[in-house]
């Protein structure tokens, strides 16, 4: 079977047909190979027959980048975008948005004319644990009329299929492709010499039995510390060593976004000329010219100069119209060499011929570990361009003496050795709000929808997974057996905590009657219980449009903490950070971040940023206010969207107050510009 040009592997075929035959899905292939394919057939389809089909992603960023595919492949008019940032023609045939706005909105009870007959799902390695459980409450509440495809990887799929079954009622085809496009691992250690040449083992070993009992002082310690760096491979050397090798283009991994930018410059001073080849050249230069005239200010003659190198960096702060722009040089081969964070793998579809990590360790919270299997190999299967290339490369930088204590990873790496699927599933104030009010407070269906959760449906399968016969020990099955009761009841208990919790606040009587707090939260969805609160205090009503604004902003974006705000506040702006810092701090606010209702944040000097904003200033100028080592446009612009989409949910609140409504579309609009309206 051939689309678009392509002759299908097996496992695509499988999938459109069981899709044609009017059967749901569920895809399971390694990164690369080819499952968006399956995606964009059925969006083909749709669109082909006149009929409405949904296609969600786990992030923005994959949401984004489809939208502009399917634009340019079918037009403005057949295609919408729904995200936290944007919403852009939402009665569109085809509408792209992430799973959690879909969750929401079949939450809310929104009707989804969408929903019927077509529905894609796209999911990816690395975002699989924190993204899966929303794509089963999404699969969970979908119309039962919908056909659906699910495309993921390493998310256990013979479980996924009982769920989904289990929950919609009808049989879901497995269609897995366990075939991994062919990689080399090489790690780079002294000049042009593998980390692991012939020997290597025996020569540890003897280096290690030659130094046991040696003085370890300062004089040796740094003596060993001279050896070691006058051996090691340099950032520049690894360039060198994979240029020389025709690896290129590769996308080299950090995991500072300082270090994308320091070490792309490094790069373009090296190179002294450009990596691309005349024809590229011209095609850049052309593309260059026209962003020029596009992004003004925000592309200067440094970035220029990179760009026309065919060396970028790309990381989630940089400017929203920059990150594009990178994306889309990128897409045109028109960039050889790619710095990047981790959130250039996170479903974007550019791949390389090699991936570079810089290393394997990485804080994750709470302490520096190695990259967890779906981590490393959502990065990793980015090495191989399908129908370009044979083999993809994988390089890791590495120490010798490192090499000993990451070994295990490296192999459980080889093994595709992925951590278990934790559920995330977490019922929001908002979502208990809307179940009670869409479903007449009947405890016996909302019970039913809340048991349809991934939690909840793992628990009653707890002693079938565990392998537990009836040949177990009595004790140890009695054990399973109570952790499974246990575990079922959950979700249900947390339901009935938050319910009781709201009671407790006054938000709800005792009879579930929604009181003043329960009618404004039930429309909120960022820091719920602290808006709803600044709601009721009556704080908000008498600013200005653009001091409201920047309360919106200083409660959904916080500077990171390198970074601060330079020269005076407004003495008016001090004053209401005050007053809301009280309120985020009172036992309400507090109590419903400890009944896991998120943590909320708040930072004062985004209040000022987003107020700037709201009255017109550009946003170079404020970027150039904030003391950072490294840009902070993307999250400035990111902050700004979530504050404009709060903004929205405030104005469903004042909705019987026309005025307040009609300030509140007008401020919406008026911070809907330049970089805010990109689809980046």
């Not at 009992?213 to 051996?231: D, V």
């Not at 991936?355 to 520096?368: A, N, S």
């Not at 699927?421 to 016996?444: A, W």
């Not at 905590?497 to 909120?524: C, E, P, S, W």
Request: glycine share 8%.
């Amino acid at each position: 079977m051939r689309y678009r040009d392509l002759e299908l592997d097996p496992f695509q075929e499988q999938a459109i047909t069981a899709l044609a035959e009017g059967r749901s899905v569920l895809v399971c292939a390694p990164t690369g190979t080819g499952k968006t394919i399956i995606a964009d057939w059925i969006v083909d389809e749709a669109l082909r027959t006149g009929q409405q089909v949904i296609y969600t992603a786990p992030v923005k960023a994959l949401s984004n980048q489809k939208f502009r595919d399917y634009v340019r492949l079918h037009g403005e008019d057949k295609v919408g975008l729904v995200t936290g940032d944007l919403v852009i023609r939402r009665d569109a045939p085809c509408l792209v948005m992430t799973t959690e706005i879909l969750r929401n909105m079949l939450l809310t009870g929104e009707q989804l004319r969408s929903c019927s007959p077509w529905c894609s799902t796209r999911s990816t390695s690395s975002t699989t644990a924190s993204a899966a459980p929303s794509g089963r409450r999404s699969s969970s509440t979908c119309p039962r009329a919908s056909r659906s495809s699910g495309c993921r990887h390493a998310v256990e799929p013979r479980r996924v299929r009982r769920l989904a079954t289990h929950v919609r009622g009808s049989p879901v085809d497995v269609v897995e492709e366990p075939a991994r496009r062919a990689a080399r691992a090489a790690a780079v250690q002294q000049r042009h010499r593998p980390v692991r040449p012939a020997g290597y083992d025996r020569l540890w070993r003897r280096k290690r039995a030659a130094g046991a009992g040696q003085p370890t002082g300062p004089r040796r310690a740094g003596a060993r510390a001279r050896r070691r760096s006058a051996g090691r491979t340099t950032r520049i050397d690894r360039f060198r060593i994979l240029a020389e090798r025709d690896w290129l283009p590769y996308l080299y991994f950090v995991f500072s976004r300082r270090d994308t930018e320091i070490l792309a410059r490094s790069l373009a001073r090296t190179v002294n000329g450009t990596l691309l080849s005349p024809e590229e050249r011209a095609a850049a230069e052309a593309r260059l010219l026209q962003a020029v005239a596009e992004l003004g200010p925000a592309l200067d003659d440094e970035l220029l100069a990179l760009y026309r190198a065919g060396i970028a960096f790309h990381h989630a702060g940089l400017h929203v119209q920059l990150k594009s722009l990178v994306e889309e040089l990128y897409e045109a081969k028109l960039l050889k060499v790619l710095y990047c964070t981790s959130t250039f793998a996170l479903g974007i579809n550019m791949p390389a011929r090699s991936v570079v990590f810089d290393g394997l360790m990485k804080y994750d919270g709470r302490r520096v570990a190695p990259l967890p299997t779906r981590g490393f190999m959502q990065k990793a299967g980015r090495a191989g361009r399908r129908g370009m290339d044979e083999v993809g490369h994988v390089v890791i930088r590495m120490d010798l003496d490192e090499y000993d204590e990451l070994e295990s990873v490296l192999k459980r790496y080889g093994r595709g050795a992925y951590e278990p699927v934790r559920s995330s599933f977490n019922l929001s104030f908002h979502s208990v709000l809307n179940l009670l009010e869409q479903h007449d407070h009947d405890p016996q269906r909302i019970r039913e929808i809340v048991d349809k959760s991934f939690l909840t449906w793992h628990a009653t399968h707890t002693l079938a997974t565990a392998d537990l016969g009836e040949d177990a020990p009595k004790k140890r099955r009695a054990r399973a057996e109570v952790a499974a009761k246990r575990a079922k009841t959950r979700t249900w208990d947390e339901f009935r905590a938050k319910v009781g919790y709201l009671q407790g606040i006054g938000y709800l009587d005792d009879d579930l009657v929604f009181n003043a707090g329960a009618r404004i939260l039930r429309h909120l969805q960022i820091s719920e219980v602290f808006v709803t609160e600044l709601v009721l205090s009556g704080l908000l009503e008498d600013l200005s449009p653009p001091r409201l604004f920047g309360v919106l902003c200083g409660l959904t974006n916080e500077l990171p903490r390198h970074a601060h705000l330079t020269g005076r506040r407004a003495h008016e702006d001090r004053g209401l950070a005050r007053q809301v810092a009280r309120i985020r701090q009172s036992d309400v606010v507090v109590g419903a971040e400890e009944l896991g209702g998120g943590e909320c944040s708040w930072d004062e000097d985004v209040m000022h940023l987003g107020r700037r904003w709201a009255e017109g200033v550009p946003l170079l100028e404020l970027v150039a206010s904030v003391a950072s080592d490294t840009d902070l446009s993307g999250d400035l612009v990111t902050g700004f969207r979530r504050a404009k989409d709060l903004v929205g949910q405030l104005r469903d609140v004042y909705a019987d107050i026309p005025d307040r409504a009609q300030m509140l579309a007008q401020l919406a609009r008026a911070v809907s510009r330049d970089e805010v309206e990109v689809v980046g």
